[in-house]
């Protein structure tokens, strides 16, 4: 992950509030926020995250492209679980619980970051503003609700489908035994 201190492009307040995860946000801290948390330019290839990993922080997405992926069960390769972009954040659950990451972040696109550790948090949100830190968690909530909602829907239907497909499996006649 490349530290870029010379040409970064800027980071402003408007392209913060533009992010879902400070939705609600004052001016005042969303400055306090741009001036605070240098940017961070990753490159395509650059492993944001690794899965199993313990790391403090997470990053929000100001521009460019980042997957998600995790280990397939029993595969050799990874399984891509989200695309993000703009708008975007990732590693949250670092803020709420340090815990070993559940997936790998890799950048594919050029990208511009800011990196929010849980000393930022504590710093700039929750000792400076207990509403501003509640909006974090409750923005945090609901984009985990939304993602939990998404993976019910997959569990579901990947349910749904394997179920059917055991149907199928048991009503077809058994082979017979070899050697007869």
């Known amino acids: 992950m490349s530290e870029h201190r010379g040409h970064l492009p800027k980071v402003t307040a408007a392209m913060l509030r533009n992010n879902r995860l400070f939705h609600d946000f004052d001016e005042s801290v969303l400055q306090a926020l741009v001036r605070e948390l240098p940017p961070k330019v990753v490159n395509p290839g650059d492993v944001l995250i690794a899965e199993g990993e313990l790391a403090p922080h997470m990053f929000v997405v100001v521009n460019g492209e980042l997957e ?14 989200a695309l993000l972009g703009p708008g975007d954040w990732v590693g949250e659950m670092a803020i ?9 972040v890799r950048a594919l696109a050029p990208s511009l970051l800011l990196c929010l550790t849980t000393h930022d948090v504590a710093r700039l949100i929750q000792g400076h503003d207990a509403k501003h830190y509640g909006l974090l968690l409750v923005n945090i909530a609901r984009e985990l609700g939304r993602r939990l909602r998404v993976a019910d829907r ?21 082979a017979p035994p070899k050697g007869q």
């Open 68 to 81: 998600v992926l995790t280990h397939g069960v029993g595969e050799s390769a990874d399984v891509r679980l």
């Open 96 to 104: 709420l619980d340090v815990q070993p990451r559940s997936a790998t």
């Open 154 to 174: 997959i569990i579901a239907q990947s349910s749904a489908a394997l179920a059917k497909q055991y149907v199928l499996e048991s009503m077809r006649p058994p």
